[in-house]
């Protein structure tokens, strides 16, 4: 069974940074995408971020300040830097098996199959 844990959201004012970790057990393996998506109040599911193993590929609203990293075939974190008060949301992880070689990260929630609880981030101003 499959298996995401956020970790390290919390409240922060306009400026400040968080790091994001999410931890995958089970049958998630270095040919999975990990991502990341978010939730505000009154807004649907929107993509941040998500990679494969190196580069990652990002929302326009976040480039230049966020940064994902695979730290390892199950572990993937998220570097907030010069957070907004419209970052605040709950931030989810996902995970997909990369269907075919050379795919890009796929930046629509219908594609991942694997999904965690979602964590708080609060950003005041």
């Known amino acids: 069974q499959v298996q995401l844990i956020e970790s390290g959201g919390g409240s922060v004012q306009a400026g400040d940074s968080l790091r994001l970790s999410c931890v995958c057990s089970g049958r998630i393996w270095g040919s999975y995408f990990l991502g990341w998506f978010r939730e505000a109040p009154g807004k649907g599911r929107e993509f941040v971020a998500g990679?494969?193993?190196?580069?990652g590929k990002y929302a326009d609203s976040v480039k230049g300040r966020f940064t994902i990293s695979r730290d390892a075939d199950n572990i993937v974190s998220l570097q907030m830097n010069n957070l907004r008060p419209e970052d605040a949301a709950v931030y989810t992880c996902?995970?997909?098996?990369?269907?075919?070689?050379?795919?890009?990260?796929?930046?629509?929630?219908?594609?991942?199959?694997?999904w965690g609880q979602g964590i708080q981030v609060t950003v005041s101003s």
């Open positions: 990679i494969i193993w190196t580069g």
């Open positions: 996902a995970a997909a098996p990369r269907r075919a070689i050379g795919m890009d990260v796929p930046t629509t929630a219908d594609y991942y199959n694997y």
